[in-house]
């Protein structure tokens, strides 16, 4: 576990856009073998640097850094409840957004190893969910993890929490999309 002197603020985009047939979809990103969330898929994000002025600013300027995200065409939905990592000590600030899909996308292949853009109606259905017991170094008995299936990938964690209460709201058109 981390000590609270430990924890560090992040930001986070909740990329949503309309593919050509309407499908709404979610962007994801699978993050290189590097870092403390090495492989995982994850939303476009990071740590807050000094001079960020905002959360916003965090969220958007990592989106842009890591897929190419162009601010000025990202529509903020919503600001989501803060999140934390449960063991790696992060305060994660997520932001709901309509964006402009790429064609291909503009990966900073330093920290992205690959971009999905995930049918909302695949993470509703019920075969998506799943879930496992695992064990973690720092906690002294298993743990049950719920997580999305996402090709060979698992949607787990953070991500998990932060998207799990959207699904239903996106798919019921709670926002204009």
Known sequence: ???????????????????????????????????VHGGQLAFPGGKRDAGDPSFLHTALREAREEVGIDEETVVVLEELPMVDTISTGFHIYPFLACIQPHDPWEIDTREVSEVLEVPLAHLARPEAHHESIERFPEWPDPVRVPYYKVGPHRLWGASYRIVTPLIPRLLAGDWAI
Not at 12 to 24: D, I, K, T, Y
């Open 1 to 35: 576990m981390y000590e609270p002197n430990q924890i560090q603020d992040a930001a986070v985009l909740v990329p949503v856009f309309r593919a050509n047939g309407g499908e709404l979809r979610l962007l994801i990103v699978r993050r290189t073998e590097h870092g």
